[in-house]
């Protein structure tokens, strides 16, 4: 009996070539045990250097259980274009990510299948038992990262920068990626309203190669604490701007305000305050928390505008 539903397992790969045709044989191996889905395989080739673009062309003409398409980019863009790339190739009504390397065990995928299957959930996240990397940077700054999202932003997910996870064809699409956002996909699911589970896995030692993303560690720290700092922003003040704006505007006006009070008792006290720096000081912040004021209020107007778009969009 043919299986009409499908799910599809997106992969970004970047200089793997070795990993190619061993990563697909453990995935069909596993997909053929689950009998309800049939499975196609999306691979993005992230502008690779090696033979890997040679080693997805030749998995093409494998007529195996499981689909193969690949997309290739001409220069190395990044693992979230690499992913948004992928989701718009994917037809499955569930999508599963993974990375490209085989520390990502397909002997897993089964439990993710039945894990997204569940009518509360959204998203799952892989949780690593254990972290298979030597690089000390990469283990401390993912668990800054961690510790973070939870006290900030509430994250659901113990382990959010894990490269299994699965998810619901709408939540994929509907998220919104960009920089390097994809270590906060299920922190960003969660923020769009959607629901979150983790599954227990443990991660295997790299078959062959070194990591690609973010081998060195400093430089992906420095990104992951802006990308940290910018989701609280926009997701936490998105839709009520002036939250945000007023009370940095009223903070710097009331210090501006302040200085002049005390320069205008001084000036009535007969102390010459014209040219002092503390009076120009009391006139900057003054100006520039009327300006942060006005960018709250026009926020406002432009959170507002989209909602009454939206609310007459929705009408029938």
């Not at 002997?107 to 959204?122: A, G, R, T």
């Amino acid at each position: 009996m043919q299986k009409e539903k499908l799910i599809s397992i997106l992969i970004p790969v970047y200089n793997e070539a070795e990993n190619i045709y061993p990563l697909y044989q453990r995935i069909s191996e596993e997909a053929e045990k689950i009998t309800d889905y049939r499975f196609q395989i999306i691979f993005v080739n992230d502008g690779s250097t090696d033979r890997t673009r040679e080693a997805l062309r030749a998995l093409t003409d494998i007529r195996g259980p499981v689909e193969v398409k690949f997309q290739n980019f001409k220069r190395n863009r990044g693992k979230t274009e690499a992913i948004k790339a992928g989701i718009d190739l994917c037809e499955g009504e569930f999508i599963i990510n993974m990375d490209g390397d085989l520390q990502d065990d397909p002997e897993y995928l089964e439990k993710f299948v039945n894990e997204i299957q569940k009518p509360d959930v959204d998203f799952v996240i892989g949780n690593r038992t254990n972290k298979y990397t030597k690089n000390i940077v990469k283990r401390i700054s993912s668990a800054i990262a961690n510790k973070t999202a939870k006290l900030l932003i509430g994250s659901p997910a113990n382990d959010m920068n894990c490269g299994f996870k699965a998810m619901t064809a709408e939540c994929a699409f509907k998220v919104a990626l960009k920089s390097d956002y994809h270590r906060y996909y299920p922190l960003l699911a969660s923020i769009e309203g959607f629901r979150i589970s983790q599954v227990d896995i443990e991660q295997k030692k790299r078959l062959s190669g070194e990591s690609k993303y973010g081998k060195i560690g400093l430089g992906r720290s420095m990104n992951s604490a802006l990308d940290m700092l910018s989701i609280y922003f926009i997701y936490r003040f998105k839709k009520e701007p002036f939250r945000l704006f007023g009370r940095v505007g009223l903070l710097i006006f009331g210090v501006g305000a302040l200085i002049l009070i005390y320069l205008t008792i001084g000036w009535l006290m007969g102390h010459y305050i014209y040219g002092r720096p503390l009076f120009f000081m009391g006139i900057l912040f003054c100006i520039v928390g009327t300006n942060i004021l006005g960018m709250g209020l026009l926020g406002e107007l432009i959170v507002l505008n989209g909602m009454s778009r939206e609310s007459t969009k929705n009408k029938p």
